[in-house]
């Protein structure tokens, strides 16, 4: 580098950075401060209760059977979404039928890409009403009328989507999914993009079916780009406070229902913070979020570490 | 992303770059909603300041407020919409020259916790809804002012009479906290069951007295196509008000007692809990709920009652007033208390009765002086005519509204419970004191409700639910006597 290029560099980062460590950074250390208390949320009286908090958070069945839900989430959200998004992506972009021509995508896929693409322009708040329609425990909710019609299920017995325990992170993880996938599929779509056709053509000469040419041409090539969806979608399976919180049974408040079958960390964590009067305990589930979103990046980063080939 | 990333390992890669903040937006997206929360002001001493707000008292004026000064109202906006209060701050600000600032608000905790913090919160607030700061949470950081220099000044409609002396007997008893009433609970609630007086009529049914009535109209109903019961059932505090009476009409005010003082034997061992929990299954057990009510919200479940899908709901005496728009204009709302089971202590028309919407004057409020002035003057027979007209509710106010104000049907009839009541209210105050114990029970009931446990295993699960709240020491400060 020449010279006075770092001097150059550090003005530029002086006031992000100083942002940074009093919005992001001072706030946690104020929390896991406040996490070694019994502080109640309304005002500054508290006293220090050492680790009590974290130990009873151990024994807090609610709170493990939240993080239990999470990595559920985890697991299921990144992996459904970025499979569907591969596939659609793919069809769109060298999934139609070989012509001599080239490669290209299957009849219509430019209308497609849009069409999938609506979902994402939609907030969480309206995904919830919307899914909620379609959930909706009585002959109103779109299944269950639909259902009712064909005769599957008994007008008098409607299914409880929400309220049934074995199915309702499902039910929560078909939105998220439905949601996500035209993102990652306009995402996938344009790194598909860029990957050289000649590569493709020259694998079609040398008789590779579709089959072949996704996984030993379209994925490598797009590893990068899976990495990164991964990574958002890990921050969306961490949270989902937002849908958990406006569509499930009420515990008291926050969703979570029904008998904490839905309950993530964050509800639960606001549960006790908002609701319970138990900030500080709160203030120890926030910290131990944390250190899992922590553990959880530096894991999907190495476990996804790849070679790179350039093109 | 086609050109290269690594140029002999000099600067980061573009690809590494957008890794990198990938990571971190992980490791923060969750953490900022917690952490706008967590993040409290530094604490700031009182800031009341006597020379600006207090004014010299007088007979009309005994707390000395201040011509000219402002005074800071937040009111939650529900239910009962917030005109009343704007209704009020102009009679205020015509009368005693006081300006008040307005804020009505669903989110109470949002807007307020800060400032409650930060030591500026608002002069009055009415801390209601499903946001509301817990009065347990807010008493127990030493943030509410302790009302009975309210309650022990003269009332605005007889000066020889005290303002707690005005009020409806028992209606104080939510607010109180260790003793000391902190909260008044400004509108007066019943709870029970609520029908169509138009679907009755048409069906020939007569509003059962006993649960055996209540079950056979229940089944006539299912046989015409009609749910028997609704009930919330996304919100299961709602279906808890019908648990919860009959357990209170079973066993008398003693049963009551046993569950809001934490009794060993509340559930468990408890004959009318027993009784009750099994009343209500036996709806659940013959099918006699509304097909899906379990997985209504409030609004859903009730608009389908009004729409004839069931013959009856529990709800408290908002209900009429929340579905206003719903309500064809021939439906008759009606009250009816919970029926009774044979060999119960109390009467047929003992209700769950009492006073919600908590009103509350932050012992940091700025204008003190005025903000007990405001709420002296919301137990006057005038400010309580207009509540009744802009809110369509009644107040804790004895005979607090002109025989002039024409009510509407659901709320005549509550009136007419209410007379009928006589003494015979009763009223569960563990749900404001533990709210954790309160959201256990909600619980059960919901899995109970669903099918998925019996009643021996509701039992178990509220006798935990009191034993853990027990253990508490806190908890020992509270007594239902």
Redesign the interface.
């Known amino acids: 580098m020449r010279k006075g290029q770092y001097r150059f560099v550090a003005g530029f980062l002086l006031v992000p950075v100083a942002l940074y460590l009093i919005f992001v950074i001072w706030p946690y250390i104020q929390t896991f401060g406040y996490s070694l208390t019994d502080w109640k949320g309304q005002s500054q009286t508290f006293s220090f209760v050492g680790l009590d908090n974290y130990k009873a958070l151990f024994q807090d069945d609610v709170f493990l059977e939240a993080i239990w839900h999470n990595i559920q989430f985890l697991i299921f959200i990144p992996v459904i979404t970025i499979l569907l998004a591969l596939f659609f992506a793919f069809m769109l972009n060298a999934g139609g039928r070989s012509r001599a021509g080239g490669v290209q995508g299957v009849a219509g896929s430019k209308i497609y890409k849009i069409v999938y693409f609506f979902p994402q322009v939609l907030s969480l708040a309206i995904l919830a009403v919307l899914f909620n329609a379609v959930y909706r425990s009585d002959g109103g909710g779109l299944l269950n009328g639909a259902l009712i019609k064909i005769g599957l299920v008994d007008a008098d017995n409607p299914v409880e989507w929400l309220n049934e325990p074995n199915v309702v992170l499902w039910a929560l993880m078909v939105a998220v999914i439905w949601q996500g996938v035209g993102f990652y599929l306009v995402l996938f779509s344009a790194a598909m993009q860029s990957i050289p056709r000649d590569i493709y053509e020259a694998a079609l000469i040398d008789g590779a079916n579709r089959n072949q040419s996704f996984f030993r041409i379209t994925l490598p090539l797009l590893w990068d780009t899976v990495q990164t969806a991964w990574v958002y979608l890990g921050i969306v399976a961490m949270d989902m406070f937002v849908l958990v919180s406006s569509m499930t049974q009420n515990m008291g408040a926050y969703g979570g229902g029904p008998d904490h079958h839905s309950d993530v960390m964050s509800t639960v964590m606001m549960r006790n913070f908002l609701y319970y009067g138990k900030s500080g305990y709160a203030c120890a589930m926030g910290v131990v979020m944390l250190l899992l979103t922590l553990v959880l990046s530096v894991v999907t980063l190495r476990a996804t570490r790849r070679e790179r080939i350039e093109f | 992303?086609?050109s290269?990333?690594?140029q002999g390992g000099?600067g980061v890669g573009r690809?590494d770059l957008?890794?990198r903040s990938?990571?971190l937006?992980?490791?923060?997206?969750?953490?900022m909603?917690?952490?706008?929360?967590?993040?409290?002001g530094?604490?700031g001493g009182s800031n009341n300041d006597e020379g600006n707000t207090k004014g010299k008292a007088s007979k009309d004026n005994p707390f000395g407020a201040k011509n000219g000064s402002k005074l800071d109202v937040v009111v939650f906006k529900g239910g009962y919409g917030d005109d009343y209060a704007k209704a009020w701050e102009a009679d205020f600000g015509k009368k005693l020259g006081i300006t008040s600032t307005h804020t009505g608000t669903q989110e109470i905790?949002g807007k307020l916790?800060p400032r409650?913090?930060a030591g500026n919160p608002p002069d009055l607030v009415d801390d209601s809804g499903?946001q509301q700061?817990?009065i347990?949470?807010?008493y127990?950081?030493?943030?509410l002012l302790d009302l009975s220099e309210v309650l022990d000044a003269p009332s605005v409609d007889d000066p020889s009479k005290k303002v707690r002396d005005t009020l409806i007997p028992g209606t104080l008893d939510p607010g109180i906290q260790e003793g000391k009433v902190v909260a008044l609970n400004y509108i007066y609630t019943v709870w029970g069951l609520w029908y169509s007086g138009k679907l009755f009529k048409e069906k020939g049914w007569t509003p059962p007295k006993t649960w055996d009535g209540f079950l056979t109209i229940c089944q006539d109903a299912k046989k015409q196509g009609i749910g028997g019961l609704a009930h919330q059932?996304?919100?299961?505090?709602y279906i808890n008000v019908a648990i919860m009476d009959m357990i209170a009409k079973k066993g008398g005010i003693d049963a009551v007692k046993a569950i809001d003082n934490l009794d060993p034997k509340a559930f468990v061992g408890s004959d009318a809990a027993q009784a009750g929990i099994e009343a209500i299954y036996e709806v659940v057990e013959k099918?006699l709920l509304?097909?899906?009510?379990?997985?209504?919200?409030h609004t859903?479940s009730q608009t389908?009652w009004n729409q004839y899908k069931a013959a009856f709901i529990t709800c408290g005496s908002w209900l009429e007033n929340e579905q206003l728009k719903q309500t064809p204009t021939d439906f008759d709302m009606k009250f009816l208390p919970m029926p009774l089971l044979s060999g119960s202590k109390m009467p047929f028309e003992a209700i769950r009765a009492g006073s919600g919407e908590p009103f509350i004057i932050p012992a940091k409020a700025a204008n003190l002086p005025g903000a007990k002035e405001f709420m002296r003057r919301m137990l006057s027979k005038e400010w309580s005519t207009l509540f009744a007209k802009e809110a369509n509710s009644l107040t804790i106010l004895q005979d607090g509204v002109d025989p002039g104000v024409k009510l509407r049907p659901g709320t005549q009839s509550t009136v007419e419970a209410s007379k009928a009541a006589g003494s015979n209210t009763f009223r569960y105050l563990y749900p404001d004191w533990y709210?954790?114990m309160?959201?256990a029970i909600?619980?059960a009931s919901?899995?109970l409700m669903?099918k998925?446990i019996q009643p021996k295993e509701w039992l178990k699960r509220c006798q935990a639910a009191v034993d853990k709240q027990a253990k508490d020491p806190a908890s020992k400060k509270n007594v239902h006597s």
């Open positions: 992303m086609g290269t990333a690594h000099e690809r957008i890794k990938a990571a937006g992980l490791v923060a997206a969750p953490g909603s917690l952490l706008s929360a967590c993040a409290s530094g604490g905790t916790q409650f913090n499903a700061i817990k347990d949470v807010l127990k950081n030493g943030s059932g996304k919100y299961p505090y099918g509304m097909p899906g009510t379990n997985g209504l919200t859903e389908r709210s954790e309160d959201t909600q619980n919901n899995e669903a998925r």
